[in-house]
């Protein structure tokens, strides 16, 4: 079975605090892939980052970065000072057999 | 190069009508895959369709609704007979084969529908 957990419900920081989103995943196959997507209040849902299972680099993307862990299943998402515009609620997904699957989402509050 | 588009933005049915949910995918994508996400929670896979081809309906209510993407045109996403636990947001993404599985690049969403059922 595929499964991917977000053990986090609800954070709150205030701006300039690092934040860590905990992702957990389940899957069989040895090939898959990881994504995060960010859901801003205006509900669209933007692409942040893809990642294969063969690739367990450490991947920065300015204030953003992400940790995969193969033999702990995990791939969290950090933001670095945090700020307002990065209040969103945000999904880790899984693909590895076609569709992808999101976990139940963090929200994330930046309070100024 | 416009990305996916979805119309309407917003719908709002009374009770027992049909809601029509429209989604055009990028440009050169021919799979279409619809996403349903109730309030509170992640997004749900309901349908992936290919041209004039449902591929895997797993996710789809066995009752009153249905999709298609015809040959010209939009997928379709219909609810017949709407009900208040249909209020939801309806995200429709879309990927291309390309050379590889389509897997390997993800999806590209679409703002989304947002059903309220009165």
């Known amino acids: 079975a595929q499964k991917v957990t977000q053990a986090q419900t609800e954070i709150s920081v205030v701006e300039k605090e690092d934040v860590t989103l905990d992702c957990v995943y389940e899957t069989r196959d040895t090939t898959y892939y990881l994504f995060w997507y960010k859901q801003p209040p205006s509900g669209e849902l933007v692409f942040l980052i893809r990642?294969?299972?063969?690739?367990?680099q450490n991947e920065i993307s300015g204030r953003y970065s992400w940790n995969f862990q193969k033999s702990t299943s995990s791939f969290n998402f950090t933001i670095t000072a945090s700020q307002v515009v990065d209040s969103a609620v945000y999904f880790c997904a899984l693909i590895s057999q076609g569709n992808l699957i999101f976990g139940k989402g963090t929200k994330l509050s930046v309070k100024p | 190069n416009a990305g996916v588009m979805q119309n309407p933005r917003h719908l709002v049915r009374r009770r027992g009508q049909e809601a029509r949910l429209r989604c055009s995918p990028m440009k050169g994508h021919s799979h279409v895959y619809w996403y349903r996400q109730l309030p509170e929670e992640g997004l749900k896979f309901m349908v992936y369709?290919?041209?004039?081809?449902?591929?895997?309906e797993s996710g789809m209510p066995k009752e009153r609704f249905s999709a298609e993407f015809p040959k010209e045109g939009p997928s379709i996403l219909r609810i017949q007979q709407v009900v208040r636990g249909d209020s939801a947001a309806y995200f429709c993404?879309?990927?291309?084969?390309?050379?590889?599985?389509?897997?390997?690049?993800?999806?590209?969403f679409g703002s989304g529908t947002r059903l309220t059922v009165v």
């Open positions: 369709l290919q041209k004039e081809n449902i591929i895997d």
């Open positions: 990642r294969n299972s063969f690739d367990e």
């Open positions: 993404a879309s990927s291309s084969p390309g050379s590889a599985p389509a897997s390997h690049y993800g999806y590209t």
